[in-house]
């Protein structure tokens, strides 16, 4: 198996924006801003961004429409923070180590002998 870390990186910018709406609007209440009208900005990047991305073909810009836009700006210096990938996996670490464990590893195993080179696989 080949994993191509730029590749990951690309699909992870072109929808983590998206992902982090709630994130961005629960920053912007704590800081004081009203939840319906932070909803129907987002609401609009949104749709702009998306828009872009499907009739256009751009890259997502939904962060830049959100660095640009004034209503935003008592989060503009936490946005990198709220929008860290990081925060959106979950489980998926131990997820995907128990998977390895508990059904990857079995097959190789089940199989070793038939192959001379055991494959490798790197997590």
Known sequence: MIVYPKVIEKH???EL????TENILMAMVKAGASRQECHEKLRVL?????RVVKEEGQANDMLDRISRDDYFQPIHDQLSQIVDPKLFIGRCPQQVEKFIEEEVYP????YA???AAAPSLRV
């Not at 924006?17 to 982090?20: L, T």
């Not at 949104?46 to 998306?50: C, L, T």
């Open 107 to 110: 097959v190789i195993e089940k």
């Open 46 to 50: 949104s749709q702009e961004a998306g």
């Open 17 to 20: 924006p998206f992902m982090a």
């Open 12 to 14: 992870i910018n072109e």
């Open 113 to 115: 002998e038939k192959y």
